[in-house]
């Protein structure tokens, strides 16, 4: 008896081959997968980054605006400047207190305190609220849970909590690593010098308010690089050396985030290296009309 052939193969044979063409499919879409990922975590991060920079940006220019306006409508001397302003404790507790960037939220937790203790802080330093942020800080006295805005945390003998914040402006970096050389610590809020008058401030001079805010912007996802001519497009290192009078070491605990270390420069850790994050100083500006009192 001849034997007949089917044309079709067996079915435990049919079952093989589909399952190693599943499997193959498979295979090339984990490798399809892991070849565009980083293009999209890139254009991901880069949004996420974009979003948050307008936002920082905006609630900047709201709370300068906000600010000239506060200073200039507060009865002061024709004469007085701004540090002079700041030395006025009906001004510090009405308009502006340096001391005030800085709240202990172990001394007062969010919630109901926090908001009361908002509610009676100067009408600028509530403005500048939607700007702060939250770490915890190694401090000569301990570990802390602070709320603060961005920047270096120093050491103040008036403020409450002990500690005020000092905005770095990086003045001069390393051409080939990229390290910080040469920063100046400036307040969160200072008046506008009149151009090539170090000193000269267009609030005692010109009758107008003239108020910068300083705020740095830090990505968490985005390192910096360097753009010095000549540069070959290398990370910036993140020098964790960096310190200054009266500078409080912090946020801790590990040192890395975007707004860590001892100057609030922040650390990333990028195949194995701690580098900057990606980071621009937003200085926001606002003019304002005095009303003096002459």
Known sequence: MALQLSPHPAPDVRVRREGALRGSRAGGVAVEFALISLSLYLVLAGMLSLGRWMAVTQAAQDAARFAAREVALYPLPGDFGFADALAEPGFKGAVYDPDYVVVDLDATPPGAALEAFFANMPVVNQALRPLMITSAVDTPGGRRRLLHMPGAIVASNTSLTGLSVLVPRILERDPV????????????????????????????????????????????????????????????????????????VGPGPDGAGPYSGSLGLGQLEALGVSVRPFRRLVAAQALFRRELIL
Not at 197 to 210: E, M, N, V, W
Request: charged residues 15%; negative net charge.
């Open 177 to 248: 690593t990229g390290e910080e050389i040469s920063i100046e610590l400036a307040p969160v809020l200072e008046e506008v010098a009149q151009s090539g008058q170090p000193g000269a401030f267009a609030l005692s001079r010109g009758g107008i308010a003239a108020i910068r805010l300083n705020v740095p912007f830090q990505a968490a996802a985005l390192t910096a690089f360097l753009q010095a001519d000549g540069s070959d497009g290398r990370a910036i290192v993140a020098n964790t050396n960096l310190g200054g009078p009266n500078v409080v």
